[in-house]
Nanobody, 125 residues
Framework: QVQLVESGGGLVQPGGSLRLSCAASGFTLDYYAIAWFRQAPGKEREGVSCISRRGSRTYIADSVKGRFTISRDDAKNTVYLKMNSLKPEDTAVYTC??????????????????WGQGTQVTVSS
């Protein structure tokens, strides 16, 4: 069965760091772009980052630029989101999504083939 499973979320103090993972099963991630989204209570889902197949293109939202980094390891069938200098406003459920043969252009509003269930990130003292 095709699945995306996120992990690495948790409670962290402001200024701290977390590394989220998005692991794919049932298909080879090599041919797919992966995007990260987040949704806070009472807010709409927003695109955070995207990485194309082979990692040739990457996009980072302005709200997290300079603090978050996306990368992929196709040998492990996994995409990572490294989050540094976390702020309380980063608190949200983070979800990954994938689309085949996609270059990440317009990643915040495009349709995706599969979605994960999300992992909670809470930034608080």
């Amino acid at each position: 069965q095709v699945q995306l499973v996120e992990s690495g979320g948790g409670l962290v103090q402001p200024g701290g760091s977390l590394r989220l993972s998005c692991a794919a099963s049932g298909f080879t991630l090599d041919y797919y772009a992966i995007a990260w989204f987040r949704q806070a209570p009472g807010k709409e889902r927003e695109g955070v980052s995207c990485i194309s197949r082979r990692g040739s293109r990457t996009y980072i939202a302005d709200s997290v630029k300079g603090r978050f980094t996306i990368s992929r390891d196709d040998a492990k069938n996994t995409v990572y989101l490294k989050m540094n200098s976390l702020k309380p406003e980063d608190t949200a459920v983070y979800t990954c999504a994938t689309r085949r043969y996609y270059d990440c252009s317009g990643y915040g509003s495009t349709q995706y083939d599969y979605w994960g269930q999300g992992t909670q990130v809470t930034v608080s003292s």
